[in-house]
């Protein structure tokens, strides 16, 4: 961990009142070579200094979407407003909105200090310097003034390339996938890094990722993306513990689907009568969450343990029954060997999938 520490309340626990900043609607975008379109009917919203994930598997059109706000991509239809004020039609120069670029775009030939003025000719040397300085004194990158891009490391270069785009103020910075050159102890540290000096600036951002763990750590919240549309929008809580459909319960963490008759708040189901998160009637698709399942041994049980993974703070298990394969995760203590026949117990409320 790098050597500065600003006094930041975790996301999960500021509760500001929700100002709109960016609100995008109907966003479409249809590129000729593909038969559907990259993009479909996209709309959410992102409040003042707040942190939204667009979170959704490779090709699901999430960077077409940032592309869009930020003003590279034209939309076919749909509209980009920030603060009221419809953008869709005006330049990316002209937006007011910072981008963090996935491989940083630092200029090579210029140091670390004139990458980071390079967008403030416009106040004259004198400010422009002091306010070059205090941004890398925001990232903790003061005494690194004149070291080239290549004599950082990687961490170091993402600070100096959010520097640069925090040191013109921008209400809303554009963030596509910046931690994917980071190996992965870095990504960890780099990414709370990134999520403090935003909150510090008072900006807001767009992450674009396709690794959940990311997105449930960092964002206020999450719009999931699937095959062009986003199909749910809520905190990493909401979408977690509520996921919308079945795509989402297992794409956010990982799920047992299983099917089952529903009947308000109860579902008969193959693990046994369960207590439901919403009401439901009739046949429902049903995501149980592998840490909510309790392995019991017991000889007589028709369930078997087919798979076992240790991973030192839990453990993983594969359990056979009559042909459904369940997923099971308890915590590190006495292993059940492969082998063993098991009674399933869900101890608590499972979710009914749209
Ligand atoms: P990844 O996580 O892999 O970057 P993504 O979710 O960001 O994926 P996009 O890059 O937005 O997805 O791409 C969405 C779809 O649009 C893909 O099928 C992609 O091939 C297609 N696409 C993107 N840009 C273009 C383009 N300029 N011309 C044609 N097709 C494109």
């Not at 590279?72 to 009221?84: A, I, K, M």
């Not at 990722?209 to 990311?214: A, S």
């Not at 809520?234 to 794409?251: H, K, L, M, Q």
């Amino acid at each position: 961990m790098r050597d500065f520490v600003l006094p930041v309340d975790p996301p999960s626990i500021r509760r500001k009142p929700f100002v709109e900043l960016l609100r995008v609607e109907g966003l479409t975008r249809h590129f000729e070579q593909t038969a559907a379109p990259a993009v479909q009917d996209v709309g959410f919203s992102v409040g003042e200094g707040e942190l939204v994930a667009l979170l959704g598997p490779s090709g699901c059109g999430k960077t077409t979407t940032l592309r869009m706000i930020g003003g590279f991509e034209q939309p076919d239809s749909g509209r980009v407003v920030l603060r009221g004020r419809d953008i869709t039609d005006l330049p990316p120069e002209e937006r007011g909105i910072g981008i963090v670029f996935q491989d940083y775009a630092l200029f090579p030939h210029l140091s670390v200090l004139d990458n980071v003025r390079f967008g403030l000719r416009h106040l004259g040397r004198q400010a422009a310097l002091a306010r070059a300085r205090e941004m890398l004194e925001l990232v903790a990158l003061s005494g690194f003034e004149k070291r080239k891009p290549h004599e950082l490391s990687g961490g170091q270069q993402q600070r100096v390339a959010l520097a640069r785009t925090l040191a013109v103020a921008p209400p809303l910075v554009l963030l596509d996938e910046p931690f994917s050159n980071l190996d992965a102890a870095m990504r960890v540290d780099t990414r709370q890094e990134v999520r403090k000096l935003l909150q510090a600036a008072g900006a807001a951002g767009i992450l674009v990722t396709h690794d959940q763990e990311e997105a449930l750590a960092l964002s206020d919240r999450i719009a999931v993306m699937d095959a062009g549309r986003v199909v749910q929008v809520g905190t990493p809580d909401e979408i977690y513990r509520n996921p919308a459909n079945a795509f989402v319960a297992s794409f956010i963490g990982r799920s047992n689907i299983v099917t089952g008759v529903a009947s308000g708040l109860n579902a008969d189901t193959p693990l046994g009568p369960l207590p439901l998160s919403r009401f439901a009637d009739g046949s429902v698709s049903i995501a149980v969450r592998p840490e909510q399942i309790m392995l019991a041994p017991d000889p007589n049980a028709s369930a078997v343990v087919v798979e076992r993974e240790f991973r030192g703070h839990d453990q993983l298990y594969w359990v056979e029954d009559g042909g459904r394969r369940m997923l099971v995760i308890s915590g590190p203590g006495q292993p059940v060997q492969v082998g063993t026949r098991v009674r399933l117990r869900v101890c608590d409320c499972v979710v009914p999938l749209g």
